[in-house]
Nanobody, 124 residues
Framework: QLRLVESGGGLVQPGGSLRLSCAAS????????IGWFRQAPGKEREGVSC???????KYAESVKGRFIISRDNAKKTVSLEMNSLKPEDTAVYYC??????????????????WGQGTQVTVSS
């Protein structure tokens, strides 16, 4: 079974940093695009950042310059380094996967496989 497991969430003060990890199993990570999405209470799930099979990246405007996505295919992990965190970053963060194609999507409807999510709370 294709599985994704997020870790690294927690409580952090505004301006702080967290590093989220997504561990993959049951498939070869090399051939999948991976995305990070988040959902805050009362809001729709939104894209945060995605990284393609070839290493191309996309970021939501709200996190550009603060978040960095990376992948390690050998370790079958994808990370999201989050810096200068703001209260509005508070959400459940999910990683998701899709088979690579000729177009690099970073839209949740295009991602087929999802992890269980990890809570990130930014509060003083």
């Amino acid at each position: 079974q294709l599985r994704l497991v997020e870790s690294g969430g927690g409580l952090v003060q505004p301006g702080g940093s967290l590093r989220l990890s997504c561990a993959a199993s049951g498939f070869t990570l090399d051939y999948y695009d991976i995305g990070w999405f988040r959902q805050a209470p009362g809001k729709e799930r939104e894209g945060v950042s995605c990284i393609s099979s070839g290493g191309s990246t996309k970021y939501a405007e709200s996190v550009k310059g603060r978040f960095i996505i990376s992948r390690d295919n050998a370790k079958k992990t994808v990370s999201l380094e989050m810096n200068s965190l703001k209260p509005e970053d508070t959400a459940v963060y999910y990683c998701a996967a899709r088979p690579y194609s000729d177009y690099f999507w970073c839209h949740l409807d295009e991602y087929s496989y999802w992890g269980q999510g990890t809570q990130v709370t930014v509060s003083s």
